[in-house]
């Protein structure tokens, strides 16, 4: 089945850097878009990065854009969130998910979810 | 602007049913949606992709308690004979292409 394992997390400085990994396994990697999504504590859901299945495109929301840079190893199955320039509000589990859309064809919807790894900005 | 509103917070009683409400802004009644459901200390699990003419694909082992429905810009998930494990934050996902992807603010479920 579907599996993705989340890396990375832990606590840094404001204005430091990290690097996030996920892992997949269980579907074929290079038919599909990876996600993103951060919780930060006590909020909801928000979507940060999306790159496509063949790492042609990548799209970022506003809080991301310029600092998280979105990157993939097909030849390792893994997606990775470089994550720059971190900020108190960047505190928040951070999980990867797969977008259910093969190749170009389908519906974005995501449709499989890490577990989560914990980010924590703080001096 | 693409946006997805949820209610904070509803109960239901063990073995009742609910209905959760996800309201798709102005312009955009025609958007696929996704149920999320999110468990105490657990990750996010994928409920069910929901038209906007109410057929719905649901995730692998979703139990058929969980169902999808839709009326205009309005998107429900109604899960029967509600169990203590349902209790847990409910948040719906849409996408615009070549844009952003967007969720709900989650409705938080407690099971009396």
């Known amino acids: 089945q579907v599996q993705l394992v989340e890396s990375g997390g832990g606590a840094v400085q404001p204005g430091g850097s990290l690097r996030l990994s996920c892992a997949a396994s269980g579907f074929t990697f290079s038919n599909y878009g990876i996600h993103w999504v951060r919780q930060a504590p006590g909020k909801g859901l928000e979507w940060v990065t999306f790159?496509?299945?063949?790492?042609?495109?990548?799209y970022y929301a506003d809080s991301a854009k310029g600092r998280f840079t979105i990157s993939r190893d097909s030849s390792k199955n893994t997606v990775y969130l470089q994550m720059d320039s971190l900020r108190a509000e960047d505190t928040a589990l951070y999980y990867c998910?797969?977008?259910?859309?093969?190749?170009?064809?389908?519906?974005?919807?995501?449709?499989?979810w890490g577990q989560g790894t914990l980010v924590t900005v703080s001096s | 602007q693409l946006v997805l509103t949820q209610s904070p917070s509803v109960s239901a009683s063990l073995g009742a049913s609910v209905k959760l409400t996800c309201t798709l802004s102005?312009?955009?009644?025609?958007?696929?949606i996704a149920w999320h459901q999110r468990q105490p200390d657990k990750g996010p699990r994928f409920l069910m992709k929901?038209?906007?003419?109410?057929?719905?694909t649901k995730g692998e082992g979703i139990p058929d308690r969980f169902t999808g429905s839709s009326s205009g810009a309005e998107r429900y998930l109604t899960i029967s004979s509600i169990q203590s494990e349902d209790e847990a934050d409910y948040f719906c996902?849409?996408?615009?292409?070549?844009?952003?992807?967007?969720f709900g603010g989650g409705t938080k479920l407690t099971v009396l």
């Open positions: 998910a797969k977008d259910s859309a093969v190749g170009d064809f389908g519906d974005h919807v995501i449709d499989s």
């Open positions: 102005s312009g955009h009644s025609s958007y696929t």
């Open positions: 929901l038209n906007n003419d109410g057929s719905h």
């Open positions: 996902q849409t996408w615009r292409t070549g844009r952003s992807w967007v």
């Open positions: 790159m496509r299945y063949d790492g042609t495109n990548k």
